[in-house]
């Protein structure tokens, strides 16, 4: 299945999609527009959690869900290990778009009328829950030992700088 690939920085883009978004909950009423973030929501940095993905796909299998990718992602080509994830996992085709520099996530997904949001961020959560929007947040964060694992995870894969890491932090001091 072909992805399409929507950078926010176009935001005609963007409202052609929330568009397209309300068409379909025109059409089908009981329709659920429901976002996920990418890294470690999707894609589970420490490998801990690998069966998430397989819920995740049976969520997005559903008749009355329609699901995409909201990234904060902003290189082009890690726009590109997105779609080679999807396709080795076999979601693709129940994520045809890929919403990319996302940065204020909460800005997006309420243009978009996102029903539910999946992230694992924690500042990302309270603004998008400030926008009344749902959000599940991935709750292995709330775990030292687990956040302990995650840095250096990503300290192994040489991807730490496109992380904020005191977030995570932060919340397991609370």
């Given at each position: 299945m072909n992805q399409t690939i929507i950078d926010c920085l176009m935001s005609s883009e963007v409202l052609k999609l929330a568009r397209h978004f309300d068409g379909i909950k025109k059409k089908n009423s009981t329709c659920s527009?429901?976002?996920?973030?990418?890294?470690?929501?999707?894609?589970?940095?420490?490998?801990?959690?690998?069966?998430r993905i397989n819920v995740f796909r049976n969520l997005m299998k559903s008749d009355n869900i329609f699901s995409l990718i909201v990234t904060a992602r902003q290189k082009i080509e890690r726009i590109i290990e997105i779609k080679e994830f999807c396709e080795y996992h076999n979601i693709a085709q129940y994520l045809?778009?890929?919403?990319?520099?996302?940065?204020?996530?909460?800005?997006?997904?309420?243009i978009l009328k996102i029903d539910m949001h999946f992230d694992d961020d924690i500042s990302s959560t309270i603004n998008i829950t400030n926008k009344k929007i749902p959000v599940m947040f991935m709750g292995e964060f709330l775990n030292s030992e687990i956040v302990k694992i995650w840095t250096e995870s990503?300290?192994?894969k040489n991807i730490s700088q496109y992380y904020n890491l005191n977030d995570k932090q932060k919340i397991i001091m609370v």
């Open positions: 527009v429901v976002s996920f973030d990418f890294d470690d929501t999707l894609y589970d940095n420490t490998c801990m959690f690998s069966n045809p778009f890929i919403v990319y520099n996302a940065r204020n996530k909460d800005i997006i997904l309420d990503l300290e192994e």
